[in-house]
Each structure stands twice: as structure tokens, then as C-alpha cells.
């Protein structure tokens, strides 16, 4: 499974963003695709997550409302649309994506590569 995580860059607090993941290897139909995120000095924490068979979504209590987590079948990516930054949005944010569907104390097998997003104020 390799994950390559896009879309990171510099934004004024209220602003928007989008992520995304192109994700490749086997046919990801029983998986799980997630977002996490670590800013400096903190843990590595959940951010959102979708099962690829059901679609059902999964975000965390501080982005619920403002962040939306979708997959493009056809592309084989997972995206996530951050509206409403706040500068404690602030971190690298990683794409992660594990075999089995999700449950809140799963921590994912497979994990690309970071993605900076800054959000100034």
C-alpha cells in the first residue's frame, strides 16, 4: 500500500484548504482511509476517518462541521476539505489507511508521507 498525501500549504485563519491522498496497491474495497494530524511538540491525534465500502464518516469532536472527509472512487484518493481553519489547525496532517473497517481505537496499518498545513491568524 503506498500513500502519497498533496494539498498542504498556508492560510489565514477562516480560510479553506483540501488534502488529498492518492492511494495505491491493492483493491481498497475493505479498508479504511483516515486523516491524523501532529503539531509541534504534540501527539500524533485522529482527524477523520471513512470505511471505503459503506462511506460511513468519522471525525473528530474540534473538526466536526468545518472538515469533510470524501473518496473519489475513480482517482483512488481520499480527500479532505478543511473549511474555517483556526490556528490550532496548524500541523503536518497524514493520510493512514488500514484492512479492516473502522473503530475508534484503531490505529492504522499503512501511513504516507505528511503534508504541512499553516494557519496564520
Known amino acids: 500500500v503506498q500513500l502519497q498525501a498533496s494539498g498542504g500549504g498556508s492560510v489565514q485563519s477562516g480560510g479553506s484548504l483540501r488534502l488529498s491522498c492518492a492511494a495505491s496497491?491493492?483493491?481498497?474495497?475493505?479498508?479504511?482511509l483516515y486523516w491524523f494530524r501532529q503539531a509541534p511538540g504534540k501527539e500524533r491525534e485522529f482527524v477523520a476517518a471513512?470505511?471505503?465500502?459503506?462511506?460511513?464518516?468519522y471525525y473528530a469532536d474540534f473538526v466536526k462541521g468545518r472538515f469533510t472527509i470524501s473518496i473519489d472512487n475513480r482517482k483512488n484518493m481520499v480527500d479532505l476539505q478543511m473549511n474555517n481553519l483556526k490556528s490550532e489547525d496548524t500541523a503536518v496532517y497524514y493520510c493512514?489507511?488500514?484492512?479492516?473497517?473502522?473503530?475508534?481505537?484503531?490505529?492504522?496499518?499503512?501511513w504516507g508521507r505528511g503534508t504541512q498545513v499553516t494557519v496564520s491568524s
Open positions: 493512514a489507511a488500514d484492512p479492516r473497517k473502522y473503530y475508534s481505537s484503531l490505529y492504522p496499518v499503512y
Open positions: 471513512i470505511n471505503w465500502s459503506d462511506r460511513n464518516t
Open positions: 496497491g491493492p483493491t481498497f474495497s475493505r479498508y479504511s
